[in-house]
């Protein structure tokens, strides 16, 4: 059979042994030693997980918890940074985007006033030639063949 620290974890809780036993106090020991296991273990698997996502090559487990804190102030001091230069880069292009955006609204009135010109032109040439058409056909011109 197993030893008595595998029997107390495995002995059915039916027959949990009466407070203040011996067999109780070793139960409770035993149980509080896999806690306390289960923690240090969880705790050396965070600090490893650390030491892998780190550019460092430490294992004293203090130091890499400390380096850890640096990177992590170094991440936010860096993300604090890049949040205020994109910030003041969206101002400018959204500041560039509004000039755009006016002198493109200037330049539509413009061709507007260009196009509404143009026509006016057309118009008057055409009357202008409708008129020297008239005059051509009311004044006509005599031949000087006529000898």
């Known amino acids: 059979m197993g030893t008595l620290k595998t029997r107390l974890l495995l002995k059915p809780r039916s027959k949990a042994p009466k407070p203040g ?5 070793a139960l409770r ?9 289960k923690r240090r273990e969880s705790i050396n698997n965070a600090i490893k997980e650390l030491q892998d996502l780190l550019p460092t090559h ?14 992590i102030k170094r991440l936010k001091e860096n993300e604090a940074s890049n949040i205020e230069k994109w910030t ?22 413009e061709l507007e006033k260009a196009y509404r010109e143009i ?3 057309k118009k008057a040439f055409f009357e202008q030639q409708r008129e ?4 051509k ?11």
């Open 21 to 25: 036993s011996e067999e109780y106090k």
């Open 132 to 135: 020297i058409d008239t005059l």
């Open 29 to 37: 020991k035993a149980n509080h030693k896999e806690v306390e296991r």
């Open 58 to 71: 430490d294992t004293n487990k203090s130091q890499i918890i400390k380096r850890a804190a640096e990177f």
């Open 88 to 109: 003041l880069e969206k101002l400018i292009t959204d500041q560039a985007v509004n000039e755009l955006a006016n002198s493109n609204e200037k330049l539509k009135v």
């Open 119 to 121: 026509e006016h032109w």
């Open 137 to 147: 056909k009311s004044t006509k011109i005599p031949s000087s063949s006529s000898t």
